[in-house]
C-alpha cells in the first residue's frame, strides 16, 4: 500500500524520492497520500504534530529583504524563522550526502529538488516547542509547493510577499557582502529569471487563493515592518478570539 501510494506521489508531482523509509522513519508518517492535503485525515498527515501550528510562507525576490523582515517578526511575535536558504547553506557545510549537489545548484542560481529542501524544513518544523512559523525563500517553485502539501499535509496560513524593483534587489544584493557564492552580479541575473519563471506562479496562484499579503518593500527596514506588523498583529487577535 504503501509502495503503491508513493509511486502514484512520484509520478503526480514528478519527486525523485530515494528515500522512501528513511523519510517515513524520520518524520513518524504513517502513510503517503495523493489526495488533496486538505481531505487528509489526521492520521494520514506525515507531520500530525502541524495540525495546530501557524505557518506562513515569506516569498519576495533575491534581496528583496525576506531574511531582515524576518527578524523583526520574530522579535516581535515570536515566529521560529525557517530560512530555506540557510538549511541548504548549513547542509553544504555539514557534510552531507547533499553538499556538493546543493553547492552546484547555489551556485547557478537553481532550485534544489523539492524533497531535499522539504526534509529539511520538515526536520525543523518537528523540533522544539514553538508552533508558529516563518518558513522565509520557501515554496520557490510550484514543484516546492506541491511536494510540501503532499508531504506535511499542511498549507500555509497566509503568506507575504516582499514586491521590490529588480534595480532595487540588484543593488542590496551587490552590497550585502556576507560572502555568499551566489551574491554576484552573474548568478544575481539567474536567480532573478528563475524567481520570475518558477516563483511568480506561486505568488499568483496564493494570491488566487485570497492568502497573499502583498508589501511594498521599498522604503526603510522600519517603514517596511509597519506594512508587516497588522498582518500578525491580526493573527494573533484571531488566536486570541478563537
Ligand atoms: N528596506 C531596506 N532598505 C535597504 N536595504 C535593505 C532593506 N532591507 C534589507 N536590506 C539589505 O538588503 C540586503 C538583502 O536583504 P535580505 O538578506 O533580508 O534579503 P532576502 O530577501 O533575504 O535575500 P535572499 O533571497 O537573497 O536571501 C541585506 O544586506 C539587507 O541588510
Ligand atoms: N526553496 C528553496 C530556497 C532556496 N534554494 C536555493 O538557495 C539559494 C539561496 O536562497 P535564499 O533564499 O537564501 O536566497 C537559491 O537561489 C536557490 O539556489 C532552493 O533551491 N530552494
Ligand atoms: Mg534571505
Known amino acids: 500500500m504503501l509502495r503503491r501510494t508513493i509511486a502514484s506521489l512520484k509520478s503526480s508531482i514528478s519527486l525523485h524520492i530515494t528515500e522512501e523509509a528513511s523519510i517515513h522513519n524520520a518524520y513518524h508518517c504513517r502513510t503517503f497520500t495523493t489526495q488533496s492535503p486538505l481531505h487528509l485525515r ?20 533575491p534581496g528583496s529583504g525576506k531574511g531582515t523582515q524576518c527578524a523583526k517578526i520574530v522579535e516581535t511575535f515570536g515566529f521560529k524563522h525557517l530560512s530555506a ?36 524544513i520538515l526536520r525543523e518544523l518537528e523540533s522544539g516547542d514553538n508552533h508558529k512559523f516563518l518558513i522565509d525563500g520557501f515554496p520557490r517553485s510550484e514543484e516546492n509547493r506541491i511536494a510540501f502539501e503532499h508531504i506535511t499535509g499542511s498549507e500555509p496560513n497566509f503568506v507575504l510577499f516582499f514586491d521590490c524593483p529588480e ?64 498582518v500578525f ?3 494573533e487577535k484571531k488566536a486570541t478570539i478563537t
Open 85 to 120: 536558504g540557510d538549511l541548504l547553506r548549513k547542509e553544504i557545510v555539514s557534510d552531507s550526502e547533499y553538499g556538493s549537489m546543493i553547492l552546484d545548484t547555489i551556485r547557478e542560481g537553481k532550485i534544489v529538488p523539492s524533497e531535499v529542501t522539504v526534509k529539511l
Open 167 to 230: 534595480e532595487e534587489m540588484v543593488k542590496r544584493v551587490l552590497s550585502r557582502n556576507q560572502g555568499r557564492i551566489d551574491d554576484n552580479i552573474d548568478t544575481i541575473k539567474k536567480r532573478l529569471k528563475v524567481f520570475e519563471s518558477l516563483n511568480l506562479p506561486v505568488i499568483d496562484y496564493y494570491a488566487k487563493k485570497g492568502k497573499l499579503h502583498r508589501i511594498n518593500a521599498v522604503g526603510t527596514e522600519d517603514e517596511i515592518f509597519e506594512q508587516v506588523r497588522p
Open 233 to 235: 498583529a491580526a493573527c
Open 42 to 61: 489526521e492520521k494520514d498527515r506525515i507531520c500530525p504534530k502541524h495540525i495546530d501550528s501557524v505557518i506562513t510562507f515569506v516569498l519576495g525576490g
